[in-house]
């Protein structure tokens, strides 16, 4: 089945600077690719995804670019900001999977003023 | 709301006890499924339905876990005879199969203390 690892576990970044948090998956069949964001005590929230025949797609201040030859992914944030503090999860899925996600363990990302 | 929904949103039990879940997903979505999340970790899969079938069930769901989802909207979740090990959040997600859409939409969860 896949397996899907984050790295690192937690990152602190000044205000203003660039965060990046990668992941890795196993499954060469897997094709769709979300980020979720869980603030403390909340759902976790899609924030973007990216599927399989990008390489790169962006929404404002975020994006994710996928390798697929060396199977990981990593998500972009721009201009941060102490709102997004929280702990984002990658996964993924297969079209064999039943689009069930298969999650990473999470980074805690702060952000400090 | 039109957000998938979960009740309750705690439940605190005894070890032994039964306990039922509920989720509401979003009304058009025909998939739906449970996922369990412990402290530090990210979600698990657990079940998935779609429409009113459960299509997979993972080695994690003991049979003391059962899953159902009769007219294909709202699902239950059940516990019989709960270990303190079942203690944590129960997640809910919906998505709509159309087009190789898989966007899921995850509820509040049900936090399970078993005491």
């Known amino acids: 089945g896949e397996n899907v690892e984050q790295h690192p576990s937690t990152l602190s970044v000044q205000e203003g600077d660039s965060a990046v948090i990668k992941c890795t998956y196993s499954?060469?069949?897997?094709?769709?690719f979300p980020w979720y964001k869980q603030e403390l005590g909340k759902r976790p929230q899609l924030i973007i995804d990216i599927r399989s025949n990008v390489g790169e797609k962006k929404d404002q201040r975020i994006a994710v670019t996928l390798n697929k030859t060396a199977k990981h992914f990593s998500l972009h944030i721009t201009e941060t900001q102490p709102e997004d503090s929280a702990v984002y999860f990658c996964a993924a899925t297969s079209p064999g999977a039943n689009s069930k996600l298969t999650f990473g363990k999470g980074i805690t990302l702060s952000v400090r003023p | 709301d039109t957000g998938v929904s979960q009740n309750p949103r705690h439940k605190i039990t005894k070890r032994g006890q039964n306990v039922t879940f509920r989720c509401d997903p979003i009304?058009?979505?025909?998939?739906l499924y449970w996922y369990r999340q412990t402290l530090g970790q990210g979600p698990e899969f657990l079940t998935y339905f779609q429409n009113e079938a459960q299509l997979e069930k993972s080695r994690l769901l003991s049979d003391r876990f059962s899953a159902e989802r009769p007219k294909g909207s709202f699902s239950t979740l059940e516990i019989q005879r709960t270990e303190q090990g079942d203690s944590a959040m129960y997640l809910c997600?919906?998505?709509?199969?159309?087009?190789?859409?898989?966007?899921?939409?995850f509820g509040p969860g049900t936090r399970l203390t078993v005491l």
């Open positions: 009304s058009e979505h025909n998939r």
């Open positions: 997600a919906s998505s709509l199969l159309a087009g190789g859409e898989n966007e899921q939409f």
């Open positions: 499954d060469s069949a897997s094709n769709y």
